[in-house]
């Protein structure tokens, strides 16, 4: 485990932004971050998406409760296997099920991701569904981007690493 914290350590000092932007305003706009003060003018882009990309991501009306159920029928795995790994409450994944258009927060969006193994690029979209992004100025998204990267997927470590760097837990709503 101490290997595991040193190395997201280093994950943290070469992607964690906050130092450069933690006296900036932030404003976002699609897919691009602006970061604007008095004097200064920074505009990150944090993935080039092609027109294409985008004009998919628009024809692609799935809610993000009918794509998580459609990320579970490809694991093959039931349910409560995928609740149970992250210790998620099954009212809470019963609400996520029956309502197609049930909002749920980053945290339980990331407990999922977590729960279901999810590659970068699936994590990605399951957050764009919810309504969310990855942000390299927030250390918990840093730290969830590490595991996946590492395919650190256990509940227990991965809310180690969390709550190490004064995160909050995963499924504690």
Known sequence: MKNLKELLNKYIKKNYTQELYSS??????SNDVVYENQNVSLKKTLKQK?????????????????YLLKL???TGLKDSEIYNRVNMDRRLFSKIRSNKNYQPSKYTVFALIIALHLNFTKAEKLLAKAGYNF?????????????IENAVYDIFTVN???VSHDQKALCLE
């Open 135 to 147: 942000s390299k100025n927030r250390l918990a998204d840093i730290i969830i981007m590490f595991c």
């Open 72 to 74: 579970i029928d490809e």
């Open 24 to 29: 900036l305003s932030l404003e976002k706009c």
């Open 160 to 162: 180690d690493l969390l």
């Open 50 to 66: 092609t027109i294409d990309d985008f004009i998919n991501l628009i024809k692609d009306d799935q809610t993000f409760s009918q």
